[in-house]
């Protein structure tokens, strides 16, 4: 596991998986080590994944001070571990939370960014979390399920108990100061509530920094106005990609994202929610990849009949 060193002497790790072009891969959570991200549906046969571990969190040690949890102090972070990997400009994904991040670091340093894919990305940053309401809409869309019955009245309860706070960043059900199974709440994050989701977001609670986590989203942080400026002149291409039953961001919420950015592609994943690589791989990275080299969306036309 390669580590280096923050600007405040923070001793950060990061996971290498795959060949080919390296791919800097910033994770959501927020303050979820890198880990929940595997090799990306696959991706990990086209690039040279570089998948950091924020501060605090898996392999990378937690700061002296914990205020530079928040989003826009981890910024000098990922403008290191590009210095350190050596890369003029470097592609970037980021997921979830982990797209404020990225936002940010554009803004900051516009030329250091060749792509950037933000996938199920809230626009915190841009003064824009979801709300509940949009979050409920989605859950409707599951009606079909099987599950859907029990576990909706959970969720409801569980967005409702909320008070306000963005709840697509954890899905650990004691956030909301209820006393619910978090299992029912979970499904409404995945595509297909099967065993490699269920597998998955059982390990939620044990990758995530709860107390780094409620720091990052300080609204100190975020300065919208200012950022909707700054990426206003950010020349890299980007695609921002949206899952089509995800609550949060729901495609609406998503798009205001691509709207940020002169030169941003939109795309919806069908069927997809919250972790779109475990929803449809094969979709996901075709995309993905078709983006990352500029060879257009990489998916095959639909069938005639």
């Known amino acids: ?46 690039r040279r994944l570089i998948l950091l571990d924020l501060r605090g969190t898996g392999g990378s040690a937690a700061p002296a001070d914990p205020a530079t949890y928040r989003c826009d102090r981890q910024v000098q972070d990922v403008e290191a571990l590009r210095a350190h990997l050596g890369l003029e400009r470097m592609d ?21 960014v060749n792509r950037l894919v933000l996938v199920t ?3 915190w940053a841009l003064g824009r979390p979801a ?25 409801e309860a569980w967005v409702t108990g909320a008070a306000g706070e963005d709840i697509a960043e954890t899905i650990d059900a004691s956030a909301a100061g209820e006393d619910i199974d978090s299992e ?17 977001a059982a390990t939620a609670d044990q990758q995530t920094n709860d107390d780094a986590g409620a720091r990052f989203h300080d609204p100190a942080a ?6 909707r400026a700054a990426l206003a002149h950010v020349d890299t291409p980007v695609l921002v990609l949206a899952g089509e039953v995800d609550g949060g961001p729901r495609p609406e919420l998503a798009r205001l ?33 078709a983006f990352l080299t500029g060879t257009g969306t990489g998916l095959r036309p639909p069938t005639a009949g």
């Open 1 to 46: 596991m390669p580590i280096f060193t923050a600007p405040d002497g923070t001793a950060l790790a990061y996971h290498v998986r795959g060949e080919g072009e390296p791919l800097v891969v910033l994770p959501g959570g927020p303050m979820r080590a890198s880990e929940y991200l595997g090799d990306l549906g696959g991706l990990a046969a086209h």
């Open 131 to 155: 709300t509940a309401q949009e979050r409920l809409a989605a859950a409707r869309l599951r009606a079909a399920e099987p599950w859907f019955a029990t576990a909706f009245p959970a969720f």
């Open 121 to 123: 990305a809230i626009p």
């Open 92 to 112: 970037v994904l980021a997921h979830s939370a982990g797209g404020s991040l990225a936002m940010l670091h554009a803004a900051r340093h516009p030329r250091r």
């Open 257 to 289: 994202v691509a709207d940020a950015f002169p030169h941003a592609e939109f795309a919806v994943q069908p069927g997809a929610a919250h972790y779109p690589w475990l929803d449809d791989p094969q979709w996901f990275t075709a995309r993905t990849e």
């Open 184 to 200: 029912t709440v979970d499904a409404f994050f995945y595509g297909r509530w099967d065993d490699t989701a269920r597998a998955h």
């Open 222 to 227: 975020y300065d919208p106005p200012a950022l």
